[in-house]
C-alpha cells in the first residue's frame, strides 16, 4: 500500500522519524515545521518523493499560502498525521506564564484544528485517514501537566467525535497516545536545557522515535475495514503512581 502522507513537525523526533520510513515504503510525503534547514536537509535526504512546506502551524495564513503552491503530485492526501506540538514547562499552574498556555492551545489545538479542516474535503473524497499524536498525559493526571494535559485530552476526545462525523465516509481515524519517548520534546518543554532531558530519560530506556514512526505504519498498513480508534503505548519502565494526599495538620 502507498499513497500521499502529510506529517505535521517533520522536522524532528516522530515526524522526522514517520517521515523516513514512508518515503522508504515508496509514499509520497509531505512534511512541515518550522526550521527551513531541516525541511531542506529531509528533501536532500529524501528526495523528490518528500515535499517540504515551510509554516507556523499556529499561522493560518502561511498554512494556506503553502498549499497554494502545492505541487500537483502532492495533493492527493490519503493520510494526515497531527503530529506538530509541544509542552512548555513542568510548574504546577500557579508557577506558568499564562502566554505559555496559550501558546500550547494555539499549537496542539487551534493549529491541528485548522490543517484538518483544510484537508477533510480530500481526505473524505479519498477515503483517507487521520492520525493524530495525543498522549498518555490525557488519560493520566500528574503534577505540571496542567494545559499541556488538557490539549491531548482534547485531541483524544476529537479523534473519537470526527470519527462518530466521518461515519459512511469511509475516513478513518486514530488517537495514538504514547507516554516516555526521547526526542526533542523535553528541551523545548525546559527551554532548551538539555540536561534536564538527558536526566529525565537516563536509564528508563524510553520510546523512540522509530518505536513510534512503526506504530503509524502498523495503524495506516490495517485492511480499510478496520478502524483502530486509540492505541496508548508506554515503555516498561513507567507506569502509574497513586493519588497523592495532602494533609492539613
Ligand atoms: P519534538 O519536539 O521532537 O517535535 C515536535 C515537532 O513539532 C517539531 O517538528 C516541531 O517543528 C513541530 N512544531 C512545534 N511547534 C510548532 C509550530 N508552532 N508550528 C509548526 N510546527 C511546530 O517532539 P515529539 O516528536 O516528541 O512530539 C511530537 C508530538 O508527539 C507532539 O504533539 C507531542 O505532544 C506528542 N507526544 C510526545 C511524547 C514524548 O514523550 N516525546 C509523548 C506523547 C506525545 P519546528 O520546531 O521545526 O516548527
Ligand atoms: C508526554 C508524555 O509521559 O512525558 O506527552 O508526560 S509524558
Known sequence: MSGTILITGATSGFGQATARLFAKDGWQVVGTGRRADRIAALREELGPAFHGMVFD?????????EFDVLPAEFKDIDILVN??????????????????WHTMVNTNITGLLNITHHLLPVLIERRGMIINLSSVAAHWPYAGGNVYAGTKAFLRQFSLGLRSDMHGKGVRVTSIEPGMCETEFTVVRTGGNQDASDTLYKGVNPIVPDDIANTIHWVASQPKHININSIELMPVNQS??????HRDV
Open 57 to 65: 502551524i499556529t499561522d493560518e495564513a502561511a498554512m494556506q499560502s
Open 83 to 100: 503530529n506538530a506540538g509541544l509542552a512548555l514547562g513542568t510548574a504546577t499552574a500557579p508557577g506558568v506564564p499564562l502566554k505559555d
Open 240 to 245: 502509574f503512581a497513586g493519588f497523592q494526599v
